[in-house]
């Protein structure tokens, strides 16, 4: 049973543009959630998170938006940069105190120049 | 600042030897750690992870074994390799904030099993 879903594998963007990644989740303990970025033979890197008390997080060109009701996030970045091409993943967690985060499968990311 | 030191990048063996990975930590005291896998198409599982020295917690059942031998020191075992096993191996540590656990990961030890 897959609680974290990225349903697409791959998303192409051009430079410049809005890069949408989507991930979506059925466990509804689940209150804090994370996105990493991955380049090939590297470990991830953590980017953005956002606690369930909240919407929307932003930091620089990467924005986090939570809908609770859907048990949806999604990964907005804008302006989309050719290195921003990776795969990234989604990642949710139970309250404080739990120590497994739960991925998704990942969606990789080009961004044509 | 912490650093994750993760050995070796790349490891090939054959079915049934040994395995040993090693992860230490640098910068942090007492931090959680972790032992992830990632399989060919599939996306990161948690192996094992740990909140102190000997406190080991195992998520999937396995042939595989972690251990904490000191304080910022993680290791992930094995004593008869299955060709299953080959995977893209992530050690990571953790601090609690922020209302959640954020995982900083090593830079991954890729293992063929053939």
């Given at each position: 049973d897959q609680q974290v879903k990225q349903n697409s594998p791959s998303l192409s963007v051009q430079e410049g543009r809005i890069s949408i990644l989507n991930c979506d989740y059925?466990?509804?303990?689940?209150d804090y959630f994370l996105w990493y970025k991955k380049y090939p033979a590297e470990g991830p890197t953590f980017l953005i998170s956002i606690s369930s008390i909240k919407d929307k997080n932003e930091d620089g060109r990467f924005t986090v938006f939570l809908n609770k009701s859907a048990k949806h996030l999604s990964l907005h970045i804008v302006?989309?940069?050719?290195?921003?091409s990776a795969v990234y993943f989604c990642a949710a967690s139970g309250r404080?105190?739990?120590?497994q985060l739960t991925f998704g499968k990942g969606t990789k990311l080009s961004v044509i120049p | 600042s912490q650093t994750i030191h993760q050995w070796p990048a790349t490891l090939v063996q054959p079915v049934g030897s040994p395995l040993s990975l090693e992860c230490t930590v640098e910068g942090t005291s007492n931090p959680n750690l972790y032992w992830y896998r990632q399989a060919a198409g599939r996306g990161l599982q948690l192996l094992f992870y740990s909140i102190g020295i000997g406190q080991i917690s195992s998520e999937v059942p396995q042939n595989l074994s972690a251990s904490r031998p000191q304080d910022r020191q993680f290791i992930l075992s094995s004593k008869k390799l299955l060709l299953s096993d080959s995977g893209f191996y992530l050690c990571a540590w953790s601090i609690t904030g922020g209302g959640g656990e954020k995982l900083f990961f090593g830079s991954g030890t890729q293992l063929s099993v053939l």
């Open positions: 059925t466990n509804s303990m689940f302006p989309s940069q050719p290195g921003d404080a105190g739990s120590y | -």
